[in-house]
């Protein structure tokens, strides 16, 4: 199924909004939980793949901020990345890869970010913060290398969090689509800070996070050495390409 709304969704699923209390731009709250019935996930809209739900709900995104599908089968197709622990990632060079943290950013706006979670992960998170929260956090990691920044969100993602300006998604299984244009601005890393702990010694084995970036797809982007072509969809890519061309997001 390649055609569908935010609206087709929620006719049929029970949405939860404002879900994490995040504020866009100084705005109204931003966010949605979408929970889909069991016996509807496998359907063919449910069952679609990442670029579709990024692409038919493009609007919903650039509105919502982040939308997530707890529980919802991942569809691996055409992945990008697949993100394990640390210690799995000891063979690569990206820090994407094998660091514990990462500086708050966006990835390729304004095209979204699609995350797959395929089970729970016990000690990472990705922390999504605002726009004023994340200038704030690079300002004061300016001066501070990379290997001392799991010390420093040791700090800011508690504090972030208890002031309701920052929150931790892919912890547990399911889809998350996340914006990174102007519409909500928020910006989003990898963290080790789960539950308010800070994991000093992550486990060295974790359930594993896809990603899904359009630009990324059709770049052919090599982020880690060992992805292969398990997945790959050649089809599926000539589809995004000729939507990315005809859309000229901006």
């Known amino acids: 199924m390649e055609h569908f709304t935010f609206e087709d969704i ?3 699923c029970r949405v939860e909004y404002g879900a994490h209390g995040l504020t866009a731009n100084g705005g109204g709250r931003i966010g949605a939980r979408v929970f889909v019935p069991e016996e509807l996930r ?17 609007a919903a995104i650039f509105e919502h901020g982040l939308i997530e599908f707890p529980e919802l089968p991942v569809n691996r197709r055409n992945h990008t990345l697949a993100q394990r622990a640390p210690a799995q990632h000891a063979y690569s ?4 890869l094998t660091g514990l943290c990462q500086r708050l950013h ?12 395929d089970g729970p992960r016990r000690a990472s998170a990705t922390w999504v913060a605002t726009a004023r929260a994340a200038a704030e ?11 001392e920044l799991p010390a420093l969100h040791a700090q800011w993602v508690p504090k972030l969090i208890g002031e309701g300006r920052a929150t931790l998604v892919n912890r547990t299984p399911g889809l998350l689509l996340l914006d990174n244009s102007d519409a909500t601005r928020l910006y989003h890393a990898r ?9 000093a010694q992550p486990a060295p084995t974790d359930a594993t996070l ?13 982020l880690d050495e060992r992805r292969g072509t398990e997945h790959f969809c050649e ?4 589809r995004i390409a000729a939507f990315v061309a005809r859309e000229r997001l901006r």
């Open 10 to 12: 929620a006719r049929e």
């Open 137 to 147: 956090f690079s300002e004061a990691a300016r001066h501070v290398p990379d290997h």
């Open 42 to 58: 496998a359907t063919p809209l449910y069952s679609s793949s990442a670029y579709t739900f990024m692409q038919q709900l493009r």
């Open 235 to 238: 089809a599926e890519r000539g």
């Open 106 to 117: 966006q990835d390729t706006p304004p095209f979204p970010t699609a995350f797959w979670l």
């Open 210 to 222: 896809y990603a899904f970036n359009e630009p990324g797809l059709l770049q052919r982007m090599q």
């Open 191 to 199: 963290t080790n800070v789960v539950d308010g702990e800070h994991q």
């Open 93 to 96: 060079a990206n820090p994407f």
